[in-house]
C-alpha cells in the first residue's frame, strides 16, 4: 500500500539536545511538507520541498531544518534553538508542488520535552 | 493575506442529527482551491473535498455534502445523519495564487457525535 510513514509515534527530547523525526513516502510523489500542530490550532506550515535537494522556509521555520537527498524521504530535526518544541508534527506529500494539490498525511509524531 | 476562520471550536450532537461545520475564507485571489480535512483521533489528516473558485457547484458525497458560495466567502460542510464514526476535528483550508505552495489551514472544528 502507498502512503506517509513518521517515525517515532512519540519523541522524548532533553534540554539542548536535537533530535529527528522521520518521514518516508512511496507515493512517488515530488512535493513534501512539515506541518506543526498545536492544541486548538490548525497547522502551521515549517518547511517544504518541491523536488530533491530544494527546500524552501515555510512560516516558523526557525529552529528546525530538513534535508532533502532523496524523493523519498524528508526528516525534520528539531534543533536546541527551538524553544518550544512540544506540538504534534505532521508530514505531508503532494504529487507536485502548487495549489491545486491536495496533500496526503502521514499519522504523525508527537514530541514532548522532557 | 489570506485567512481561514472556522468560528466553531467544537459541536456536539446526538447520532442521526445533520450538522453543519462553517468555513469562512479571505483572499484576494482570483483562482484558488478550498479544501475540507478530516482529523480523527488517530491523528492523520484524511482528504475530504477540492474545490476550485470557479465552481460553485454543490457537491454530495454520500451523507457529506458541500456548499460553496463566492459571495459570503463560504464553504461550509453538512453531515447528514451524523455517525459516531464522525467524530473527529476538520479543517478547512485555502490554498492560493499569491500563496504558492503554502495551504492555509483555519483552526478547526471538533465535532463529537454521541450515541
Redesign the interface.
Known amino acids: 500500500d502507498g502512503g506517509i510513514t513518521q517515525s517515532p509515534k512519540y519523541l522524548f527530547r532533553k534540554e539542548g539536545q536535537n533530535v529527528t523525526l522521520s518521514c518516508e513516502q512511496n507515493l512517488n510523489h515530488d ?1 513534501m511538507y512539515w506541518y506543526r500542530q498545536d492544541p ?6 515549517i518547511y ?1 520541498s ?1 523536488i530533491v535537494n530544494d527546500f ?1 522556509k ?2 516558523i521555520a526557525e529552529g528546525y531544518s530538513v534535508s532533502r537527498e532523496k524523493k523519498e524521504s524528508f526528516p525534520l530535526t528539531v534543533t536546541s534553538a527551538q524553544k518550544n518544541p512540544t506540538a ?1 508534527y ?1 508530514c ?1 506529500s503532494s504529487l507536485a ?12 509524531t ?1 514530541l514532548l520535552v522532557l | 493575506a489570506q485567512k481561514v476562520t472556522q468560528a466553531q471550536t467544537e459541536i456536539s450532537v446526538v447520532e442521526k442529527e445533520d450538522v453543519t461545520l462553517d468555513c469562512v475564507y479571505e483572499t484576494r485571489d482570483t483562482t484558488y482551491y478550498l479544501f475540507w480535512y478530516k482529523q480523527p483521533p488517530s491523528g492523520e489528516l484524511v482528504f475530504l473535498i477540492r474545490r476550485n473558485s470557479f465552481d460553485e457547484q454543490n457537491e454530495i458525497s454520500g451523507r457529506y455534502s458541500w456548499n460553496f458560495q463566492k459571495s459570503t466567502s463560504s464553504f461550509n460542510f453538512t453531515i447528514t445523519a451524523s455517525q459516531v464514526v464522525d467524530s473527529a476535528v476538520y479543517f478547512c483550508a485555502l490554498s492560493g495564487d499569491t500563496g504558492g505552495f503554502k495551504t492555509i489551514f483555519g483552526a478547526g472544528t471538533r465535532l463529537f457525535v454521541k450515541a
Open positions: 512535493a486548538g490550532q490548525g497547522l502551521r506550515l517544504y518541491q524552501q515555510g512560516d504534534f505532521l505531508a508542488g502548487g495549489l491545486r494539490e491536495t496533500q496526503y498525511f502521514g499519522p504523525g508527537r
